[in-house]
Nanobody, 119 residues
């Protein structure tokens, strides 16, 4: 399993970013995928998940209505669109292949991409 995130960066409060995750080494289209995030010194926080066929998506209450998870199975790629970013969204964002949709501690994660939201 290999997961490689990209798309993070520095953005002003209220701005947007789109994260990508290229997956390989497993049958991507069959698997639930998720995004989790972590602030230094704090535990992982589950953000969103999506079923293999995109039929169902779920979000943490803290990001509901602002973030959108999606996937493009033909490209083995997972996305997370981040809109209306807030200071508290600053974190390292990880793409994950979880055991179940809202798995809060997925062990199969990428190296992460940093999102920093400034005032």
């Amino acid at each position: 399993v290999q997961l490689v995130e990209s798309g993070g960066g520095l953005v002003q409060s209220g701005g947007s970013l789109k994260l990508s995750c290229e997956a390989s080494g497993f049958p991507f289209s069959r698997d639930i995928m998720s995004w989790v995030r972590q602030v230094p010194g704090k535990e992982l926080e589950w953000v969103a998940c999506i079923f293999g066929d995109s039929s169902q998506t779920y979000y943490a209450e803290s990001v509901q209505g602002r973030f959108t998870i999606s996937r493009e199975n033909a490209k083995n790629t997972l996305y997370l669109q981040l809109n209306d970013l807030k200071i508290e969204d600053t974190a390292m964002y990880y793409c994950a292949k979880p055991l179940y949709c809202n798995d809060p501690y997925p062990t199969r994660r990428g190296q992460g991409t940093q999102v920093t939201v400034s005032t």
